[in-house]
């Protein structure tokens, strides 16, 4: 529980560091597969039910889910997310390995390859991923540009191991201290690297927080305030680039009224620059097919966006046979909602060649890559209000820290009821404003050019180089199970 203190409002990144030590310090001096299979699972217990209680707000307070089984369903979602470390725990002890530095190193690797794996199945939940608790401060924050967040997760595990191995066999011998010295080093190294370059001048950006109750917002009586607020916040910022939350209009787009949207295209066009605004989209091409988009409108071209990566239960419902309940229970509108294309390229706007992700799209840093490095910056359009005043907000700011960070870009984050920020390519919030505000985020975002080593190569060298000492680990556990044989 207390490594969550890494990650934001927090940002201690130092705590996550030496909880993991005394985890692995616990692991190390246990040869018992199934009980260091349990420690892993304990920890991930106490990491996700401190981590991520934000997911009660959503199903029960704005979701109508009655609170004892909201309670269970948060406690079986951290039993499950908690399987991954088990796993990795009870595969390192069976490896038998006895060197401290390929033990530490199947540690970091395991970790990982848990990490992605709980990303990835069933569309993924790679939320507090441990490298994340690195962004921006940390010197290991210098890696993320080369090896992204899951290098940086490697990194951690393996300074944590390094450290208890340190203190287990006496701070005097420096073996241990100085592998962990250098690589903290080169990380503080890596961030005075410019791995990308300016390109223009400046544009000047609104980033609009319209902070309209998640418990008004689909409602009818409501609609007309809704799109009168951001109508005055459009109008009162005279930015080449002004840009909406999620679904900021809670409207399909063809029955917003045309003069509604002309009236907010003629004003961008006066500013030189373009109006991004998210509505729900339906087509009719292969039957009644809804989309959560981001339009453009104004000087430009009008384009769109539709997001790719859904939320599980809060957009689309996995395995309806299974779980098609869960639609009569949870009060979420519009959860029936088709993925838009993975090759979606960024759109032309205020000059700019903006790559657009919506909601929980920025914790996907393979696909955020996809745009890239064609864009110039990012923008994340959300409706965190789903959150409450919960830690999730400033979780999901820190996640948009490290795409940053990833990618060498500007990240623009217009959200409902905040964090609304405009980061710099080395993951610094350099703007917000309050959170449950109504108000409107003015200030300039540079574009660049370039790619770094991660939009390259994305996950591809960490998983390689995981997927090697996992070879390595499963080659020793088979040695030592045919020697007692």
């Known amino acids: 529980m207390l490594t969550v203190l890494g990650f934001a409002p927090f940002y201690l990144f130092p705590v996550p560091v030496i909880t993991v030590a005394v985890l692995l310090g616990l692991c190390h001096k246990s040869q018992s597969p199934l009980k260091n299979a349990a420690l892993g699972f304990g920890f991930g217990m106490g990491l996700f039910s401190a981590g991520v209680t934000w997911i009660y707000v959503s199903l029960h307070d704005f979701g109508a889910m009655p609170m004892p089984i909201a309670v269970v369903a948060l406690i079986v979602l951290c039993a499950y997310l908690s399987l991954f470390p088990a796993l990795g725990f009870w595969l390192l002890t069976r490896s038998r390995l006895t060197s401290p530095f390929l033990w530490a190193s199947l540690a970091a690797a ?14 993924g939940f790679p939320w507090l ?23 940086i997760s490697f990194l951690l595990i393996f300074s944590a191991a390094l450290l208890f191995f340190w203190f287990d066999q006496g701070i005097r011998k420096w073996r241990y201290a100085l592998p962990l010295l250098l690589m903290w080093c080169g990380g503080y190294g890596l961030q005075l690297i410019d791995w990308v370059k300016p390109e223009g001048e400046p544009v000047s950006v609104s980033l609009l927080q319209g902070n309209i109750p998640q418990d008004m917002k689909w409602r009818e009586d409501h609609l007309e305030s809704t799109m009168e607020t951001y109508a005055k916040l459009i109008m009162q910022s005279d930015s080449r680039l002004i840009v909406t939350p999620e679904i900021s209009i809670p409207l399909f787009s063809d029955t917003v009224p045309p003069l509604y949207l002309s009236y907010l295209a003629e004003h961008a066009r006066n500013n030189n620059g373009d109006v991004l605004i998210g509505l729900a989209e339906r087509t009719t091409h ?18 769109s966006y539709r997001k790719h990566h859904l939320v599980p239960f809060g957009e689309y419902i996995p395995f309806k046979p299974l779980f098609g309940w869960v639609i009569q229970v949870l ?11 993975l090759d ?48 999730g907000p400033q979780q999901h700011l820190q996640i948009s820290q490290m795409r940053a960070l990833e990618t060498g870009r500007y990240m623009l984050r217009a959200t409902n009821t905040g964090v609304t920020a405009i980061i710099d390519e080395r993951g610094r919030v350099l703007q917000t404003i309050e959170i449950f505000t109504t108000a409107a985020l003015h200030g300039l975002a540079q574009g660049f050019t370039g790619a770094t080593p991660y939009v390259r190569m994305g996950n591809y060298p960490v998983l390689g180089l995981a997927g090697l000492l996992l070879c390595i680990g499963l080659l020793s556990a088979f040695r030592a199970a045919w020697k007692t044989r």
């Not at 009060?331 to 294309?341: E, K, T, W």
């Not at 696909?367 to 409450?388: H, R």
């Open 110 to 123: 395991l970790w990982v390859l848990s990490e992605w794996l709980r990303g990835t199945l069933f569309t």
């Open 129 to 151: 991923a441990l490298g994340y608790s690195q962004a921006p401060l940390s010197p290991l924050a210098g890696f993320a540009p080369v090896f992204g967040v899951y290098g």
């Open 286 to 303: 292969n039957g009644n097919e809804y989309y959560n988009t981001m339009f453009s409108f104004g000087s430009a071209p009008e384009q």
């Open 331 to 341: 009060q979420i509108p519009l959860s029936d909602f088709s993925r838009g294309g």
């Open 344 to 391: 979606q390229q960024p759109m032309n706007l205020a000059g700019q060649r903006v790559a657009i992700n919506i909601c929980y799209e920025d914790v996907f840093g393979e696909e955020i890559i996809y745009q890239l490095p064609q864009a110039t910056m990012l923008v994340n359009v959300s409706n965190d209000a789903w959150f409450g005043r919960s830690i």
